[in-house]
């Protein structure tokens, strides 16, 4: 049973910086895992994604201030976000898909960040 499990979510201030943990469990290898966020309102946007090689990809709306990150070893992808304003309030996805086995998602973890 695949498994993705969020870590790292909660309140902080605008300006301020959280870290963002993924823990995986039954799959292995994936192509591509990435976070998602889903703000009260609106349709969930892709934050950002990382290869297994390491290549990424991010949102326009946080390039320069999020990183992704993953260590295959331990099968964890992290999101560090820095610089934080309202507008990243939102609950953010693990997300992890692998070529023919399929596309899986945590539960979501909650972001706030107070003006």
């Known amino acids: 049973q695949v498994q993705l499990v969020e870590s790292g979510g909660g309140l902080v201030q605008a300006g301020g910086t959280l870290r963002l943990a993924c823990a995986a469990s039954g799959i292995f290898n994936t192509d591509i895992m990435g976070w998602h966020r889903q703000a009260p309102g609106k349709q969930r946007e892709l934050v950002a994604s990382?290869?297994?090689?390491?290549?990424?990809n991010y949102a326009d709306s946080v390039k320069g201030r999020f990183t992704i990150t993953r260590d295959n070893a331990k099968n964890m992808v992290y999101l560090q976000m820095n610089s934080l304003n309202a507008q990243d309030t939102a609950v953010y996805y693990c997300?992890?898909?692998?070529?023919?086995?399929?596309?899986?998602w945590g539960q979501g973890t909650q972001v706030t960040v107070s003006s």
């Open positions: 997300n992890a898909y692998k070529w023919l086995q399929g596309d899986y």
């Open positions: 990382i290869t297994r090689s390491g290549l990424t």
